[in-house]
């Protein structure tokens, strides 16, 4: 067969897709990985890499807060120092976010919904925190708009109506410092590939030390006898990230829930 008639049939298929471009039509036309139109791209995996305490009290600074309370002879608080302020108090962590790509196109991350639970096997409503976080091009201009960056119509993606009963300020985005409004930044995946979203956090520190203060037993104990101790705060981290494509629209994944625990020492 002479080369021009082999190359025939590839010169008429590019000048079909050309011309379905053109036309915005061809909806049988489909690419592997590629979202079906009306529809939405394969469903990217999401799992959480890692929770990083950043910044906490010491467990001699836990002591000295904690010892006024609860030792019966207040001169056994004097191993312990003075009772630190609110500020030295302060519990913030970083959640690092893995996202799998396996579409054909680039997916931007717009927002993320993490929850928090502190001691997940103790029942109430205080040790739960839930927060929106809205990410756009400019992140230093980035309005953080909760009402619907985390919401989903979707049965199986877990939102902010999920987590309802969430303790008002236990749980709050944090974004000061060039290296946090990163974090605010679209993150956008490349096909074919695994990037990290990373958000920091953090937690009201008079509830957590209320919850630490009611299910650390053991440890407040050893602090009303005047001994030197650590205390262990189990955790759990549960939510959704939301996608979007051009001219396909919005969507939402969910992650697995991570446990773990926190050690201060």
Do not use: K
Not at 161 to 170: E, K, L, N, P, T
Not at 200 to 209: A, F, K, S, T
Not at 213 to 230: D, N, P, V
């Amino acid at each position: 067969m002479p080369t021009d008639a082999r190359r025939l049939p590839i010169v008429r298929g590019a000048l079909f897709v050309a011309l379905c471009a053109l036309a915005a039509g061809c909806a049988g036309l489909q690419w592997p990985g590629m979202p079906v139109p009306g529809g939405q791209p394969p469903t990217p995996h999401v799992s959480v890499a890692e929770v990083r305490l950043v910044r906490a009290p010491t467990a001699q600074m836990m002591a000295g807060y904690y010892c006024a309370r609860v030792a019966p002879n207040p001169l056994l608080c004097l191993a312990f120092g003075g009772v630190p302020s609110r500020e030295q108090m302060s519990f913030a962590f970083d959640v690092g976010l893995d996202v799998e790509n396996v579409a054909e196109v680039p997916l931007p991350v717009v927002s993320a919904l993490v929850a928090f639970t502190a001691y997940p096997d103790a029942r109430g409503q205080q040790n739960l925190g839930a927060a929106c976080i809205t990410m756009c091009d400019d992140p230093a201009t980035c309005p953080q708009d909760t009402t619907t960056s985390c919401e989903s119509s979707e049965p199986e993606i877990r939102d902010l109506s999920d987590f309802g009963r969430a303790a008002a300020g236990f749980l709050l985005a944090v974004a000061t410092g060039e290296e946090r409004l990163e974090n605010l930044r679209i993150r956008t995946i490349a096909p074919r590939s695994t990037a990290r979203v990373s958000v920091r956090l953090q937690l009201d520190p008079e509830q957590v030390l209320g919850l630490v203060r009611q299910l650390a037993t053991e440890s407040l104990q050893a602090i009303s006898s005047g001994r030197r101790t650590t205390f262990t705060i189990p955790y759990q981290v549960e939510g959704s990230i939301w996608l979007t494509v051009e001219h396909f629209g919005r969507f939402a994944a969910s992650f697995p829930t991570y446990r773990g625990e926190w050690v201060i020492r």
